[in-house]
């Protein structure tokens, strides 16, 4: 509605208010040390990139999602967007996105919180035309800044105010709004920018009056309730009866009128604006927090200009989970570290969601953990858009829907197109030719069976482009792991779903619910198909479950019986668990045992304790290279061994293409004993860049006090075994030897020697490691 925007832009121009201008001097607050920072990175479009990092600080986990947006690429914008089912309807932010055709985004303005329509706080503009605008914004004090972009895209941010005020000859009422929907108790301006007519606030709201106004004359008076169309060339001024009767009664059609704008911002010249919370950085320094800013580490979205006005940033940083949120200078200060120099608060908490198509999405999807769940829905949100129309392919990508699966079992990998602007092109799997190199297999469009274990690489030639995703791995089944061990059923006719996993000999879990063996020990008990057992009658019954060469079972009861015993499932070895015998064949040899000391009250016979420690000694000195006590040790003796005792601290050790890491965890986590600790371990890691990793502990992942943090962890290793490293953590306690592999990394508990009562640990263990380039195999045995 330019014409009428115009005649707004003139009035608000001649009646313009002194802008605020603030002026503080400030210094960083103090806030949480960081002491690792892993990161990914992803393109959204050409000129737009989204980043995750990931920081254990000394205050906890920290999770930021940003999105990097060059402002100089012409085909760029970004713009306020809002629901386009109903004016006024909040959705999440991933619908309005999407439905507004945006390729990235994040949550904007506040908003009232109750009922499923709202409005936000801030003043909105877009394509020069302005949405809404309220009067009643920071006139108690600077609390809610909103940004704006100029048609030289010029940006800023400001404390934005206005007033309106609807006047005929014999009386001025004040507006309480622009276009902005509340409880309509008071008069608001109404135009085509919220909707083409009143039915769905008259659904809202029964009984408003309408002014009709076009040519600055009021043309038509409404009676309550009655829906009305918005003039093309006109606005309306809606109210509740009651205003009419009492406030506004003083209206008639054919009224000349007068709209009088007063703003700190001129609109002129603005080409888009959009609300949000209190300012973060002023010129690079921290911004005072205003009144509304939560106090304490908390989730939340900020938006920031850098100092060259060629960059916005976005940023959600998770909280009130595994991540435990900023403080309003934290924000500020990792804003600035991002290249922001001016940046504003957006709504946090519940509402702080970045959602996000990268290059390898096929739709907007949800990146940051929001802390309510689920997503909230919210008034608005900021857009990311790519002007650019789907050009010509200029190179095809290939991502598969796993990287690890088994034999006999469907992998997909899908193969897409992108032109010059990222933008992402389907193509069809008959326009392809898709190859598998390494193990034998079968194709079926983008979808592939192989028939054997091992790794291998996938490409994809497209005309005269080829793309290529390399260590895929169709892995070796190690157990057959069903959700539940038993099946209780009440009578015949009544089914129950098996739901099966595999763990392969790396740890890794695998789906095949459908891809199972199934087999009922009393066929006159019930029946299988595919994955559903069916009853039959009553009675009692076990299934056999086979894949792979592994056997599981599962319990069958029908009605009241007693259940019978089932036979023991199996398991493959480790194909990495081997005898290892030392030998002058060039490989690396290291002998790690566990705890030697005895720190217990019971009473130990001096000669006992004197012979056992001469025989650990032995035992851990002796066939290798390199010699690990994996804790607490008061041996004396002079080591035959190149030797790394364990102190309680962080220590390190880089031998023949190993890297041997110990970590101190007894404060309930690496994080509650020592911080620094992260930053030394990834350090050393990526320094010595070794195939082999083996990382010591006095307390395993798992027991850490913190379940975050122990996930934390296991994704740092999980890296390093994404690089094809291979990853021990020997966690040296308890009384219990064990041995498990989780996603890649074999976790290996050594006993202490002494039992708490005094008593020598029969159970007492040493690891053996033998390392020759990639090839390693472990051996544990009795001491």
Same mark, same amino acid.
């Given at each position: 509605m330019k014409y009428q925007l115009g005649k707004m832009r003139r009035l608000m121009g001649a009646l313009l208010a002194a802008a605020l201008t603030v002026s503080v001097t400030t210094t960083w607050a103090f806030g949480a040390t960081t002491y690792y920072d892993q990161k990914t990175e992803q393109t959204v479009t050409r000129g737009v990139v989204y980043e995750k990092s990931s920081r254990m600080t000394d205050a906890g986990i920290q999770n930021l999602h940003v999105l990097k947006v060059d402002l100089t690429e012409s085909t760029l914008e970004f713009k306020e967007v809002e629901?386009?089912?109903?004016?006024?309807? #909040?959705?999440?932010?991933k619908k309005l996105l999407t439905d507004n055709g945006a390729l990235a985004g994040v949550n904007s303005d506040f908003f009232g919180m109750s009922g499923s329509y709202s409005a936000p706080f801030g003043a909105v503009m877009r394509d020069g035309e302005l949405v809404s605008a309220g009067t009643s914004l920071n006139h108690d004090g600077d609390l809610y800044a909103s940004?704006?972009?100029? $048609? %030289?895209? %010029?940006?800023?941010?400001?404390?934005?105010?206005?007033?309106?005020?609807?006047?005929?000859?014999?009386?001025?009422? $004040?507006?309480?709004?622009? %276009?902005?929907?509340? +409880?309509? *108790?008071?008069?608001?301006?109404?135009?085509?920018? @919220?909707?083409?007519s009143t039915a769905d606030l008259d659904k809202r709201f029964p009984g408003l009056v309408k002014?009709?106004?076009?040519?600055?004359?009021?043309?038509?008076?409404?009676q309550p309730g009655e829906t009305v169309a918005v003039p093309e060339d006109g606005y309306l001024i809606v109210m509740s009866k009651d205003y009419r009767n009492n406030a506004a009664n003083v209206f008639q059609v054919n009224d000349s009128i007068t709209l009088n704008i007063n703003s700190s911002v001129d609109f002129e010249n603005i080409e888009f604006a959009f609300g949000g919370g209190g300012k973060l950085l002023i010129d690079g320094a921290e911004a005072p927090a205003t009144?509304?800013? +939560?106090?304490?580490?908390?989730?939340?979205?900020?938006?920031?200009?850098?100092?060259?006005?060629?960059? /916005?940033?976005?940023? *959600?940083?998770?909280?009130?989970?595994?991540?435990?949120?900023?403080?309003?200078?934290?924000?500020?200060?990792?804003?600035? $570290?991002?290249?922001?120099?001016? @940046?504003?608060?957006?709504?946090?908490?519940?509402?702080?969601?970045?959602?996000? #198509?990268?290059?390898?999405?096929?739709? *907007?999807?949800?990146?940051?953990?929001?802390?309510?769940?689920?997503?909230?829905?919210?008034?608005?949100?900021?857009?990311?858009?790519?002007? /650019?129309?789907?050009?010509e392919i200029e190179k095809i990508a290939i991502t598969p829907s796993l990287v690890r699966t088994l034999p006999n079992k469907t992998i997909t990998f899908k193969v897409f197109g992108l032109d010059e602007y990222y933008n992402r092109i389907e193509i069809p799997a008959n326009e392809v030719t898709m190859q598998a190199v390494g193990v034998e297999g079968t194709w079926n469009g983008y979808d592939f069976i192989p028939s054997q274990k091992g790794t291998f690489e996938v490409t994809a030639l497209y005309k005269d482009k080829t793309a290529s995703q390399a260590g895929v791995v169709s892995a070796t089944t190690s157990k057959l792991k069903p959700a539940s061990n038993s099946i209780k059923l009440k009578k015949a006719g009544e089914t129950a779903t098996i739901a099966m996993q595999v763990v392969d000999t790396d740890g890794f879990n695998h789906w095949v619910s459908t891809t199972t063996n199934y087999e009922v020990a009393d066929t006159s008990i019930g029946t299988m198909k595919s994955n559903v057992f069916t009853a039959t009658k009553a009675g009692s019954t076990y299934i056999k479950c086979t894949r792979d060469g592994q056997t599981a079972y599962i319990s069958v009861t029908v009605g009241d019986c007693k259940a019978?015993?089932?036979?023991? @499932?199996?398991?493959?070895?480790?194909?990495?668990?081997? #005898?290892?015998?030392?030998?002058?064949?060039? =490989?690396?040899?290291?002998?790690?045992?566990g705890t030697v =000391?005895? %720190?217990?009250?019971?009473?130990?016979?001096?000669?006992?304790?004197?012979?056992?420690?001469?025989?650990?000694r032995d035992a851990v000195d002796s066939n290798a290279e390199v010699a690990i006590y994996g804790g607490a040790s008061d041996i004396k003796t002079a080591p035959k061994l190149d030797t790394l005792s364990w102190n309680g601290g962080y220590r390190f050790l880089s031998r023949s293409g190993t890297s041997i890491a110990m970590v101190s965890a007894s404060g309930g986590g690496i994080r509650a004993t020592n911080p620094t600790q992260y930053a030394s371990l990834t350090r050393d890691l990526d320094a010595?860049?070794?195939d082999t990793i083996v990382i010591i502990m006095d307390k395993t992942p798992g027991e850490f006090k913190s379940a975050a943090e122990t996930s934390y962890f296991r994704g740092i290793l999980n890296k390093y075994v994404a690089q094809g490293k291979t990853v021990f953590v020997v966690s040296c306690?308890?009384?219990?030897?064990?041995?498990?592999? #989780?996603?890649? *990394?074999?976790?290996?508990n050594l006993p202490n020697l002494w039992k708490t009562d005094g008593g020598v640990n029969g159970s007492f263990s040493m690891l053996k490691l033998r390392v020759q380039g990639q090839d390693i195999s472990y051996e544990i045995g009795k001491v």
């Open positions: 629901s386009t089912v109903e004016y006024g309807l #909040k959705e999440t932010v940004f704006f972009m100029d $048609e %030289n895209n %010029n940006p800023f941010f400001d404390y934005f105010k206005m007033t309106a005020t609807f006047a005929n000859s014999q009386k001025a009422i $004040e507006l309480a709004s622009m %276009n902005k929907v509340t +409880a309509m *108790v008071y008069p608001i301006y109404f135009d085509k920018q @919220a909707a083409k002014f009709v106004v076009v040519g600055d004359m009021i043309t038509y008076i409404s009144a509304i800013v +939560a106090t304490g580490r908390q989730p939340r979205t900020a938006f920031g200009i850098s100092q060259d006005g060629k960059t /916005a940033i976005f940023m *959600v940083v998770d909280g009130r989970g595994d991540s435990v949120g900023v403080t309003h200078s934290e924000m500020a200060n990792y804003m600035r $570290e991002y290249g922001a120099y001016n @940046a504003m608060h957006l709504d946090g908490g519940g509402s702080s969601t970045m959602a996000v #198509k990268t290059v390898d999405d096929s739709a *907007v999807t949800v990146k940051n953990t929001v802390s309510d769940g689920s997503e909230r829905k919210v008034i608005n949100a900021v857009g990311i858009f790519q002007k /650019a129309q789907a050009g019978v015993t089932t036979p023991n @499932a199996t398991t493959a070895a480790d194909p990495l668990q081997k #005898k290892i015998t030392k030998a002058n064949d060039g =490989a690396f040899y290291l002998n790690i045992s =000391a005895y %720190n217990g009250t019971g009473k130990i016979n001096d000669t006992t304790y004197a012979d056992v420690r001469t025989r650990v010595s860049n070794n306690c308890g009384t219990a030897q064990w041995t498990s592999a #989780k996603d890649g *990394v074999r976790y290996i």
